[in-house]
């Protein structure tokens, strides 16, 4: 297959998974970076082998250049989507689209808008679609192993730690700076239930609220910072404990610390959380997204999906239980229990026996899928290697702003 070339905006966490998932394969190989950040500019160029001419502070400067490869990963922050991905679509760069498409309804469609007056091929990262779990789940779906699809509970698990890590300290702490907590962390979640279901639902509600990490819910006695608390070797949350945890474990290390210092050592991570932002306690920061809530949807034949997206569970796989007129499917993102009404037969399915990425990389397999399936729909052209398209994406985009505009009126939103 032919090598695909590669310019990414945005050389954090996200574009730099794709980019090395890229390079390991030997499907492609970037040649062109823009990122603001100067120690992430200067890594990720010399992890790459990218020449200082082609390693750009913004994605203007990587435009402006013209077109530099055959696709581009754009890896921005939610809210600067929009500007590089509709330039990028209008140069001839298929595009690679890290979640959510952008911050508003009306962005996300300009972009799909350009994608389509461009004739270029963009795939949002829904990694959820590409995972060898959702294959064999899906499969299972479309082949009537438990009739017709009745309803639905999906449980999203957020993690104590990471919603105090990413919606309480961090970038995705504030609705006005970054996005509603359901479209920054969860539109995979909904794009993902669409997908199963086949088909949009009719009607959406939901609710959902901040209802611990506030000031209201603050302790008596509590410092503004972890370091000089005295209740913090008692707190769940706990900055000293998560950050000082990671030290010595190259994933915790690229993830979370990476986000909290570019030290590796005890005393730069204690430096970091003295004067940071992830040294604050989660009863004293300017966040607003929800730390729960329910998204509740009825499709056009009368099923329903009940989806919990919760901060307080361990952070581990989605759990699913899917009703048919035939069957029975549970599913904790590794496993799936088969129980078949016709026969009263029982079965378990695991993922690891399906061919493709291990499902213990990044979400499930689904970052090394998306990454495969992008670059050899670019290679070949063939648009069909992709899960779905900017149209696609753009509905299911859509669920989540109907459910965001339901919790906000107390009201049934139909679509």
């Not at 082998?49 to 890896?75: F, K, M, N, Q, S």
């Not at 604050?280 to 999906?305: I, K, L, P, S, W």
Request: charged fraction near 20%.
């Amino acid at each position: 297959m032919t090598e695909v070339t590669l310019a990414v905006a945005g050389g954090g966490l996200r574009g730099i998974t794709y980019a090395r998932r890229a390079h390991a394969t030997g499907a492609g190989r970037v040649v062109a970076v823009a990122e603001p950040d100067p120690r992430r500019r200067a890594e990720f160029a010399a992890e790459f082998g990218i020449p200082a001419e082609r390693a750009y502070h913004g994605w203007t400067e990587l435009a402006a250049a013209g077109r530099l490869a055959d696709a581009a990963i754009v890896a921005t922050h939610d809210r600067l989507h929009t500007g590089p991905a509709v330039t990028l679509a209008g140069l001839g760069y298929h595009i690679l689209l890290e979640k959510p498409m952008a911050a508003s309804e009306e962005e996300s469609a300009l972009i799909a808008e350009a994608a389509e007056r461009n004739g270029i091929l963009l795939a949002v990262c829904h990694v959820l679609r590409y995972t060898p779990y959702t294959r064999l789940l899906k499969g299972l779906l479309d082949e009537g192993r438990i009739g017709r699809l009745v309803s639905v509970q999906h449980l999203e698990p957020v993690g104590w730690w990471h919603q105090a890590h990413s919606f309480v300290r961090g970038h995705w702490r504030r609705q006005d700076t970054s996005a509603p907590m359901l479209l920054a962390k969860a539109c995979h979640d909904i794009d993902w239930l669409v997908h199963l279901f086949g088909r949009p639902p009719a009607r959406v509600s939901s609710f959902g609220s901040l209802s611990h990490f506030n000031a209201a819910q603050r302790p008596d006695g509590a410092a503004d910072r972890c370091l000089d608390c005295p209740l913090e070797p008692a707190c769940p949350y706990s900055a000293p404990r998560l950050y000082l945890g990671c030290l010595g474990d190259p994933g915790s290390e690229f993830w979370p610390l990476s986000a909290v210092t570019p030290g590796r050592t005890e005393q730069a991570v204690l430096d970091a959380l003295r004067t940071g932002p992830y040294g604050r306690c989660v009863y004293a920061c300017d966040n607003d997204v929800v730390d729960h809530q329910e998204v509740m949807m009825e499709f056009d034949d009368g099923a329903t999906c009940s989806f919990t997206m919760s901060a307080f569970t361990p952070m581990e796989h989605r759990r699913t239980r899917l009703f048919g007129t035939h069957g029975y499917i549970d599913g904790d993102g590794l496993t799936l229990r088969v129980v078949d009404f016709r026969t009263g037969t029982e079965e378990s399915l695991r993922t690891q026996d399906v061919p493709g990425p291990s499902a213990a990389d990044g979400h499930g397999g689904g970052d090394e899928g998306l990454t495969d399936a992008f670059l050899a729909a670019v290679a070949t052209g063939d648009a069909s290697l992709l899960r779905s398209d900017a149209a696609e994406s753009l509905m299911t985009h859509r669920v989540v702003w109907a459910a965001e505009r339901a919790r906000h009126t107390a009201s049934v939103v139909h679509l």
